[in-house]
């Protein structure tokens, strides 16, 4: 696996992690500071404040505990400070009787000064809040 490929499988696992630890910080922080989050119902969060918001208000919605899956399946790697990653995605409910929900969410990588950050996400398949 390249170094570029790695990074941005790190930075996908990262902003899973932080989703899972629902730290609304930790997932704006994984964004470039004018990057924008499309939820499934084609909302738009323009800049890190803006999806530290949403992200409080979408985690008051999911039942806990919960468990975000991401699963690269393709980077596509389109210069040295640009990538779209393509990944699937689960969300489980422990303890729920919600189904396991699933689909692709999409990432444009931005790479700068040697650090890569999502520019741009896109979520799409089940996207039910």
Known sequence: MDSARLALEELVQHFARAWNERDSGAVSAAFTEDGDFVDGSGNIWHGQSAIA????????????????????????????????VYATWSLTNSGSELPV??????????????????ACSQISGDARP
């Open 101 to 118: 929900r699933t689909g692709l969410w999409f990432f444009v990588g931005k790479r700068r000064r040697g650090t890569w950050r999502i």
């Open 53 to 84: 918001a949403q992200c409080v208000r979408i985690f008051a919605h999911i039942p806990e505990p919960s468990m975000l899956r991401l699963q690269i399946a393709k980077a596509k790697i389109l210069t040295r400070s640009a990538a779209f």
